[in-house]
């Protein structure tokens, strides 16, 4: 890895620039360059969205073969945005709220230990985790509620009414909740129509796209080689479980089932990035059990996923097997992963090997 990498940084997020124009942005680099010295190769610009024209800028900055890193916290820079501005210039990384590795970095929580005291403390961790998400900010909040239904109201307001200029904000609100509430669920476009009065299902569908596009809402598309399937049949998941308790007038069970799906999802798509795989459902039938998460790697499957909370009784683990075991037939693949709160094992089910993994021990390695 190289080291002393001359590098500049620059937060357009502060208030003294709030001003700024296109045209001031040569008097910026003026400035970055008496700061951190001409021989700057890596300029790193944080809320670049906030500059109306940024990408003229950045455009002229590649060509004079200095490496830029802009960044975005809203729906205002999206990947169909660089596409127009930076075709074939751009690489997007898609940043989440913390993995459980990162919360118990940031909180200093020993995930080696061995004695009682330790794992206690992971576990106890964890729980937390469960429910509260990985948003750095609200590790040190109490009143998690405020922090998190602000959130929520400033990515409708904001990122998705301003931008898309939506007039029926109160169904685009109903709908946000409805999917936050029920995650890890099918997405039936036509119900939920019908449920919000928002007149056809392709207006429902772009209001879901908007939620999509500001990171509220997590999109899974199911397994098949038809394409008409993979875009008709999805589910939704939450890019973090905090949002699910932690807004007002959340009326639901504490589902610790759900949340630790959607935690393993969440996980799979960090993994997935870097390797190039893409994330599916598996459920070929109406009445076919469900394999929760299938791994491609360019149209090859390569692994199956199946997440359960609870699998001690068995009854519960011959329920999430099964599928796995079916699927397994199916789609010609071996690798096969029960991600559980259990002990990290592995049993052989009709000739067939299942690496059974606690789910702490997963999300940590």
Not at 40 to 65: A, C, M, P, S, T
Not at 265 to 273: D, K, N
Request: proline residues 2%; neutral net charge.
């Amino acid at each position: 890895m190289q080291k002393h990498i001359r590098y500049a940084y620059v937060n357009l997020d502060d208030d003294r620039l709030f001003e700024l124009k296109t045209s001031d942005l040569n008097t910026l680099l003026s400035c970055v360059y008496q700061l951190y010295g001409q021989d700057v190769k890596y300029i790193l610009l944080d809320e670049i969205q906030n500059i109306e024209g940024w990408h003229l800028f950045v455009n002229r900055l590649l060509r004079n073969d200095i490496h830029v890193f802009v960044t975005g916290s809203n729906a205002r820079l999206l990947s169909s945005e660089l596409a127009t501005h930076l075709t074939g210039r751009y690489n997007e990384i898609r940043l989440y709220p913390f993995s459980f590795a990162e919360y118990c970095a940031y909180l200093h929580i020993d995930t080696h230990g061995i004695t009682t005291k330790s794992q206690a403390t992971l576990k106890a961790a964890f729980t937390d985790y469960l429910l509260n998400g990985g948003f750095p900010e609200l590790m040190h909040i109490r009143n998690k509620r405020a922090y998190v239904q602000g959130l929520i109201d400033t990515v409708i307001m904001k990122d998705i009414k301003l931008r898309y200029r939506i007039r029926n904000v109160s169904a685009l609100r109903l709908l946000a909740d409805h999917l936050i509430a029920n995650s890890c669920q099918e997405i039936v476009y036509e119900d939920l129509t019908d449920m919000f009065g928002l007149g056809s299902a392709v207006t429902t569908r772009k209001y879901v796209d908007y939620l999509m596009q500001a990171f509220l809402i997590i999109q899974i598309h199911k397994f098949s080689f038809k394409s008409r399937i993979r875009i008709r049949e999805t589910k939704g998941y939450v890019v973090d479980t905090g949002l699910i308790a932690n807004r007002n007038d959340a009326l639901l069970p504490q589902n610790y089932g759900w949340r630790l799906e959607n935690v393993v999802y969440v996980e799979l798509l960090r993994r997935a990035a870097p390797l190039f795989h893409d994330v599916y459902y598996y459920k070929p039938t109406s009445r076919s059990k469900e394999v929760d998460f299938v791994i491609c790697e360019q149209g090859r499957v390569v692994e199956l996923f199946q997440v359960a909370y609870d699998i001690e009784s068995p009854k519960t683990f011959k329920r999430e097997t099964e599928p796995l075991v079916q699927a397994a037939r199916r789609l010609g693949c071996e690798n096969l992963t029960l991600i559980a709160l259990a002990g990290s094992r592995d049993e052989i089910i009709d000739g067939l090997t299942i690496h059974i993994r606690h789910v702490i021990d997963w999300l940590l390695k």
